[in-house]
């Protein structure tokens, strides 16, 4: 089975791969199907990021696409950046600048005020129209400090208290474990496994 991933992202392309590598299923980037148009993410909703870029590519390369939309919402400042994550600080914004703009929303906040939570949607949708929506959540602390070298995003700011470290201190595995992407992804290895005889990831 064939599977496209609407996105550029080479972090996050890596991170879907690795999770599914024992599947069976073949992911395919945007970079494996030749041009596509940009896709504005203007929506208000993950879902409904999600699911525009899922369509439109779906409809496009007439194969089966999975798209996510994710953010981090902070409760102490309204749940932003939320939808806004990857631009934050500008629709040109570095992961450097979006962190530097929340450190700076929450400074001089204490541990009870830098309560966070990284959300994940995934649409996986067909060229007919018909989409499917799975979601995960993970709770954690927004850190005084980035730590880490791995991931990417805000995973340097995001404490995981369970571990006491950082989403980029924690190995792929452990993270991919426990991510919100890592549990949306797993419910989409559970209902295409309804369609097929592949394995679910552990």
């Known amino acids: 089975m064939e599977l496209v991933v609407a996105t550029t992202n080479a972090g996050k392309l890596r991170e879907i791969r690795r999770l599914l590598a024992e599947t069976g299923i073949e992911v395919l980037g945007l970079e494996d199907m030749g041009e596509f148009p940009q896709i504005v993410e203007d929506a208000d909703t993950f879902s409904e990021n999600a699911r525009k870029k899922a369509l439109t590519v779906a409809r496009i390369c007439n194969r089966l696409t999975l798209a996510d939309d994710s953010g981090l919402e902070v409760p102490a400042i309204g749940n932003a950046p939320g939808v806004h994550s990857a631009r934050y600080a500008g629709e040109n914004a570095t992961d450097s600048d979006n962190n530097r703009k929340l ?3 929450l400074d001089g906040l204490p541990r009870e005020g830098r309560k966070a939570r990284f959300r994940c949607t995934m649409a996986l949708c067909e060229p007919d129209g018909a989409c499917r929506f799975f979601t995960g959540t993970l709770d954690g602390l927004v850190l005084e400090a980035a730590r880490g070298e791995g991931g990417f ?3 340097p700011l995001f404490l995981v208290p369970e571990y006491g470290k950082s989403l980029a201190e924690l190995s792929l595995d ?9 549990q949306a992804l797993r419910q989409v290895a559970a209902h295409l496994q309804n369609r097929s005889d592949l394995p679910i990831p552990n």
Do not use: E, Q, T, V
């Open 103 to 105: 450190l700076a929303a």
């Open 153 to 155: 995003g805000y995973d």
């Open 174 to 182: 452990i993270k991919n474990r426990i991510s919100h992407r890592g």
